[in-house]
């Protein structure tokens, strides 16, 4: 599998778009940047979480 087609599965299972519905849709790019947001700071809260603990 190349580059494009993971990079196509992945928008398709994550975000239920073709990467041409993504980058044609303001709306859709909005949603989706929203969501990646969204899981980088609760990734970011759960390592907070646990960096004390761990040092």
Same mark, same amino acid.
């Given at each position: 599998? +190349?580059?494009?087609?993971?990079?196509? /599965?992945?928008?398709?299972?994550?975000? *239920?778009?073709?990467?041409?519905?993504?980058?044609? +849709?303001? +709306?859709?790019?909005?949603?989706?940047?929203?969501?990646?947001? /969204?899981?980088?700071?609760?990734?970011?809260?759960?390592?907070?979480?646990?960096?004390? /603990?761990? *040092?």
């Amino acid at each position: 599998m +190349d580059t494009t087609e993971i990079i196509e /599965k992945s928008m398709h299972e994550n975000h *239920g778009y073709t990467v041409k519905e993504y980058t044609n +849709d303001i +709306d859709k790019i909005i949603k989706v940047e929203q969501k990646r947001n /969204k899981s980088y700071e609760q990734s970011k809260q759960i390592a907070n979480e646990f960096s004390p /603990k761990m *040092g």
